[in-house]
């Protein structure tokens, strides 16, 4: 169930963030977040909810504007990127939503193409559509490619929303609650996904998550975000071995609850 | 002392909500042009969109002829109906067919579509991008590097500028059939007559202003339809409110439209 230790490659940072502050009015979410993320490493960013956890990946994707501090991403800085450069940029990141949000509008196949045909229209019909039964292949769902996402279970479309993100080669994964509304068996089927994906697919990934499984299942290391700060950071163990009372009441309440 | 303070507190109360609400105003009315003014920057320039500027134009289009054919049929009729009386104290009635081309062709066709688009397309496409808001799929799309104002706002504005003058059209020549039923029914006169008449009155800037005031209405529609959906926020009820609000202010839009073109049309007749 622990994570197998990766070849991370600790002298390339892929994000790197100082001093990450965002307020919405009055509730300051984020208040000097530091962090950095190597070169193929997983990190898990546990919290509870409303602590700013979805918030951190969305600003790093460019969703949501930054109030101070800076965000760099595989060399860009985001706080500062143009619309051209950001549009660029996120052809290189993978983002997994919570809520999957397949387009439900669109079959399994369409889904997985949109990204694919609008950011590289050179391809051909033919590599277009090895490239989508290789992607559904490598999240296990090859027979579900004309159904649609109304059909689909829930640990499925978080399966095809992986796959989604995975037809564009991203370098970067940032993963939204990948865990969260499916059964234990789903999970961990899941967390495994996510160590293939970083196996087969050589990414970087940050995960959000309150699912202490996941956490140390998926990441190499753990950040645990309290009151806007990361609090403590390390490996699962390192990180629950401290005498912090709410780090250790998170920990507990996880496995009781 | 107690009574000051009872009078002059929701004094206080009131000032600072009314200058929020003031300034919110001219705020929602920037976005509101900002919004227009994105549409144009992007809707016209590459990557292009065509497959589903088709698909979309065939969803305005097509799939509202059943609705455009029955109210046009039953508007025609019922206008020529009304009209017999007033025109028979004069013995007019062969007149019928020039008042029924010139209120159908200037106003009654591009109104009635209008607004029945208003209706249908209007409410789905606000309903449709507010869900796509709300359930994170534009933000999919945009982190996957695609242009979801493109595809979702600016392919949809132009199928509805692009099929309501067409449906406009088809509207008035569904009633002008209307109008000829009463007409052959109760004059007995001939179809080459009737159209012959039906045409007569109608000048080039008759079809042009209906054209010109159709394709503002289509725009109005569709940017309308987009910008609240795009907007749209509260989960399933602000989905609903995003629907219900398009259809109200296309509607009330397309009114505000149709009496400055009348206005302008006026002055070149």
Redesign the interface.
């Known amino acids: 169930m622990e994570k197998q230790p990766q070849s991370i490659d600790y002298n390339e940072k892929v994000i790197s963030i100082h001093g990450l502050t965002k307020s919405f009015g009055d509730y300051h979410v984020l208040r000097g977040i530091d962090l950095d993320l190597f070169r193929k490493e997983n990190l898990v960013v546990l919290g509870r909810s409303g602590t700013g956890k979805s918030v951190l990946i969305k600003i790093i994707s460019g969703l949501l504007k930054a109030d101070s501090g800076t965000v760099n991403v595989l060399g860009n800085e985001v706080t500062t990127i143009t619309p051209q450069d950001l549009q660029q940029l996120r052809t290189r990141i993978g983002f997994s939503f919570q809520n999957s949000a397949l387009y439900d509008s669109m079959t399994v196949r369409k889904n997985l193409e949109f990204p694919l045909v609008r950011n590289q229209r050179s391809l051909k019909r033919k590599e277009i559509n090895e490239m989508v039964e290789r992607v559904l292949e490598a999240v296990g769902l090859s027979q579900t490619i004309n159904q649609m996402p109304a059909e689909l279970s829930g640990g499925q479309r978080k399966r095809i929303g992986i796959a989604r993100t995975l037809i564009l080669r991203p370098e970067i994964m940032l993963y939204d609650e990948p865990t969260a509304g499916l059964d234990p068996i789903t999970s961990m089927e899941i967390n495994n996904l996510i160590n293939r994906v970083q196996e087969r697919f050589n990414t970087s990934s940050i995960i959000i998550t309150h699912d202490l499984t996941c956490a140390k299942t998926t990441g190499d290391r753990v950040a645990m975000l309290l009151d806007g700060q990361f609090q403590r950071q390390g490996t699962f163990d390192e990180v629950f071995e401290g005498e912090d009372v709410r780090v250790k009441q998170f920990y507990d309440y996880n496995f009781i609850n | 002392m107690d009574t000051q303070n009872s009078t002059t507190a929701p004094a206080t109360k009131a000032g600072p909500s009314i200058s929020k609400r003031f300034t919110q105003f001219f705020v929602d009315v920037y976005d509101v042009f900002a919004f227009i003014a994105r549409f144009f920057k992007e809707a016209f320039v590459p ?1 292009y969109e065509f497959r589903e500027l088709i698909k979309q134009t065939w969803e305005v289009g097509v799939r509202s002829l059943l609705l455009i054919t029955v109210t046009g049929f039953i508007v025609g009729l019922i206008f020529t109906k009304q009209s017999r009386p007033s025109l028979l104290q004069f013995g007019a009635t062969s007149w019928i067919p020039s008042l029924v081309s010139i209120a159908l062709m200037r106003a009654l066709a591009p109104l009635v579509t209008a607004l029945i688009s208003a209706g249908r397309v209007g409410s789905s496409i606000g309903a ?1 991008i507010g869900s ?1 808001r709300v ?3 534009i ?9 979801p104002f493109k595809y979702l706002v600016c392919i949809r504005t132009l199928a509805t500028t692009i099929s309501i003058p067409i449906l406009a059209i088809y509207n008035g020549l569904i009633a002008m059939l209307g109008g000829y039923l009463n007409v052959a029914v109760n004059e007995g006169t001939s179809f080459s007559t009737y159209i012959q008449q039906f045409f007569q009155p109608l000048g080039f800037i008759d079809f042009e202003s209906s054209l010109i005031k159709s394709t503002i209405f289509g725009f109005t529609i569709g940017i309308v339809g987009t910008y609240k959906g795009w907007n749209s926020s509260s989960g399933t009820a602000g989905v609903g409110k995003a629907a219900n609000s398009a259809v109200v202010t296309a509607m009330f839009l397309v009114f505000i439209e149709e009496v400055i073109i009348v206005q302008i049309t006026g002055w070149f007749r």
């Open positions: 990557p449709e796509m359930t994170e799929q933000d999919a799309m945009e982190v996957s590097g695609t242009h």
